[in-house]
């Protein structure tokens, strides 16, 4: 019957030695997480409350189902085949350990026996080389495809670590291959067959015969416990401590919306000065990175100007808690304030993410400190001056907020005078920005054309604060966010449309509402019900072949891709995606307050980017973009890359226009 | 060194300016302060001294809708001491004014008088002059830049032109700031509201103001546009076609 | 009223400065209107030879070693014993970084009421302050006896305060100039590396409306077709966008291009002295209301952005 003597040709000495070895690697790995732990622990508290079984959920499908890490084949394969084949090897091994000194030896029964024996050995066999795949890919990708996210580290030394965990796991699966390939050869069991790959090694091991293939397999065993047993204990200090980091950052991912930026956790509202002002999960974020880089391969800010890469902010912030600061300080001699001003928030990093890095909430507390210090872009400080005195970014009169409505004909409701069922939050682009007048105008126009009872704030709105507190600055966000609340609370209202997606974010996500949120409508979604439900009727079909940019407020925040989609269809006309789109689209660099930042050293502004990746689609001549923000960014790049015979820009409300 | 900053606010030109019905003020009613852009230089100049070489920076203003405000954020900036003229400033102008300040400065005996070079609603002359006068002090305007030491001060003052002027001048003065060394600093929110709960502003009546020196304004107005460009409509292809032949009419092209 | 009015001569190194012409022009304009003489006055040391240019009815010079180059102290203390000595109508100074250091400290030590930015006077004798930018006017009757006068320009043509004729010089008695507390240490000369904008008979110049530095090439490409160079308002060179060799107005250069193509200008006050006098001013400006407007011969509201590059390709090839 075919059995499993585990520990066969090992002398008793070397089995206990194991053990000892085996006790040595739980205490020094013990000790490299609970150094781990005590240092989370040092950074600020953090509530991640409730939702354990979503929480698990996540973790099994992330973990065990790699379904982020999926999203890039090659890669993808790479990590799976590592992970499955090392984890079942490792758990089979540890199975047939306890088969041996536990079941065995205390009640002399053995569960690897028969079929069943059979079965495991293959299995384990197979899953090996599943492994040995895995690696090659690895090395092949790391060594000699060389993708640009794995070189340049900030700290070289990395790049040991890379190369040592590759050795470290590809010697373990050689040597365990080697150790079962000289244990058939050796003791030849009827059963071999199904170890195919150790029995491959067996057959070129056999013309050395006994007792050579003994000693050989006692050393090789001897040392593939040691670097398995070393590789163990080297968990905790090594790039491998994601195993752990990682599933512990997926379960305590956030569950709150994303468009939730959290506040400023010191007391004063100001941001992240050093280190241990970050939150126990911000350290653990740094911790759970493994440097993959498929952050700053989807970065506008890095493919703009290099300037920012989120992987080296990540790969920085960990080493400078590694080092205990070592004299440095955090701001300036780690991440400098280039860096933190040249993101977006588009949330890219975040959403590919294989560890789920939140980059954007740390980056934000990070500028908070700037904003406290007042270390920033003139341009920017001239507009929060603006924001603080005026309302608004333009820096102009909040009485001249609604001057696009005159001549606007019936004129538009006053909703601080009389109850309307939607307030339209206009927002300070489609208000202020002169060359967006008349799209704001046509979207009143469709709004009348419509028959929608909706009026707006006039001078009582004030820019609603989005990306100034993206900007880092949380003082005038909430007394932004408290004025137009009073504003707001005055108004007899069911439903808030904006045409803004950065308005819609916070407004949807981020102002208080006392528990008693109205429904908040981005105007896409409600252009959306108008036409599902009726009350648009298109008279035209415009037969245009458009291609559509997602905001990354629209969309990787708050999930609208569809709604949009629908209405440029609805419109009669053909859309063609971009390479990038839906929760993929390239950011326009507008957001997060870039838009109010000079733009310093950038080889291709990421709307520049986004049009050519536009021009290179077959046949589509018309940008169609559902955002102020964008129309001017767009409208701007088609004309300095050259484009503007060959891409129209034009606003979502446009085509509805036309097509009514 | 003690510094100190007499400061006003102007009327916020964003806003559209009215004139009140008797014609001779601007309407009051639909007035924003907003302030003087050359004294905010000068609050942020006086910082910047004080960092280079210590010493106390002290703000003072006549009252007005938002001067505790802007006292706040000077404080939250670093000046040290808030003082706000109590009064009726209502038809106030710079010679009253100026007297008032220097009645509070001979109290305060500060080594430096640091500020705006002039407002945009200056009539009768410049708060930074006047003051000097009264207070018999050397004055320098349109100072960018300056370098203190134990009992006096080396200014750049600044030419039509460029040219720079570097000049000595000894201790106490008064310096007009045309442009701080850098731009005035942004102060979070966060830290004027830090600011508020523990810093205080002092007040100081003034009992009545001596208006003498002053002017008589007979008529305000807004200047009619007599000379108003062409305006050239069109598209921008056109628009370069007619601007082009401008070009070529004046022999340019 | 028949008093004289004085002029107070602004000269740096030997050059007089052009707002002492545009005061003559306006003295002389005043005196027509109400009568008495314009009498300019020169402070300096050895400076007799610059009274020639001055269109004045006389020229009361005071020659001191210590009124060699400008100093407050120094001028005030001559002044203050002149103007008490004679007593005239008016004296008007430049609104600028010489006449606004001594006018108001004047006004305070002799008790005479001064008049800050005034533009114009009326044919009747009343002045016109330019106020709040540019947006309003002040107008009132000017102090008796005595008034003191800073004066900006866009009022008066300077050529008009210009003459080939010398005036009859009388020197004036000097006071003991004591208690000097204020001393020149050295003239930091502007950057000369760059080319001079003021001998520049076209410019392309921009104001904050160009965004940012990258946007900065839109302007330089129609330069370099119409072979002039580029100036810029105060905003941009605070940005460190243009140097400060290029910016024009107050603070900056005073020019007088054939051609003045404003793109993106306002025209705040402080611009506008700089530029005024160019032949022919083109404003390219998106707000129809910028005051730019006012003083610009031709204007149009065509977006830069969308304006440069069509109008570089045609100058290419009209050339």
Redesign the interface.
Known sequence: MPIRETFWNIPHWAEVAQYITALITVIVFLYGVGHRILRWRKGRPEKRPGNFWTRVWLVVLQVFGQRRTLDETFPGLMHFSIFWGMFVLAIGTAFATVDWDVTHLFFNFQILTGWFYIIFELTLDVLGLLVVVGLGMAVYRRYFTRPARLQNFPVKALEWDDMYVLIMLSFITLSGYLTEGLRIAVTQPDWAAWSPVGNAIATAFLSMGDPTNQTLHLTIWSLHILTAFGVLASIPFTKLFHMIAVPANIYFSSTEPAGKLSA?KVE???GVKEWKQFTWKQLLDFEACTRCGRCQDVCPAYASAQVLSPRNMMVKLDEHLWEKTGGHTLHGDIVSAAELWACTTCRACVQVCPAFIDHVTTFVDLRRHL??L?S?D??L?DT??NL???GNSF???E?TRAKWTQGVQPAVKDARRESVEYLWFVGDYASYN??LTDITRKTADVFQKTGLNFGILFDGERNAGNDVRRVG????F??LADRNSQALAKCKFETIVTTDPHTYNTLKNEYAWNGNRPNILHYAELLDQLITSGQIKFSNKLGYKVTYHDPCYLGRYNGVYDAPRRVIKATGCELVEMPRHGDRAFCCGAGGGRIWM???D?KERPSESRIREAVTLNGVQTFVVACPKDLTMYR?AV?TTGNEKDMLVRDLIELVYEAL | MKIAVPVKFVPDL???LTIDPGGTALDTSWLRL?INEFDDHAVEQAILLKERVGGQVIVAMAEAEGADDFLFASAA?GADQLIRLTGDFSSSNNHALARALADLLKELKPDLILTGVQAHNDLDGSIGPLLAEYLGLPYVGYVAGLTAAADMVTVRKEYAGGLIAEMEVKLPAVLGIQAAEQ?P??????????VMSTAKIEERAVASLDLSGGITISRMFQPEVTERATMMGGSPEEVADKVIEIFKELGTL | MDQDIFVVIEHLRGQIADVSYVMLAGARQLTQDTGGKVMAVLLGHNAQGLANSLAADGVLYIDHPALAEFNSDAYQIALASMIKERSPRLVIFGHSSIGMDIASGLSAKLGIPVVNSCRTFTADGKFVSQICGGKIMAEGDLPTPTALITMVPGGYKSEQGQSTQSATMTAASTPALDGIRIRLKQYIEPDTSDLDIARETMLVSVGRGIQ???NIELANELAEALGCAVSASRPVV??GWMPTTRLVGKSGKRVKPKIYLALGISGAPEHVEGMSDSQVIIAVN??PNAPIYNIARYGTTV?M??LL?VLTDKIKQAR
Do not use: C, H, W
């Open positions: 400023a004063d509202g100001s904003v406290d007042g920033m003139k341009m400080q929060l001056a603080g005195r005026y820096g102009q009169s009485r002169a060359t600055e949380e003082g005038l909430e007394m000079d733009e310093k950038i701007d004309k | 964003v806003e559209e907003i900036k731009p600093r942004y102060v979070a929110y966060s830290k004027i509201r830090q | 940012n530095k990258d605070d940005q998106t707000d977006d952005f969308d590059p």
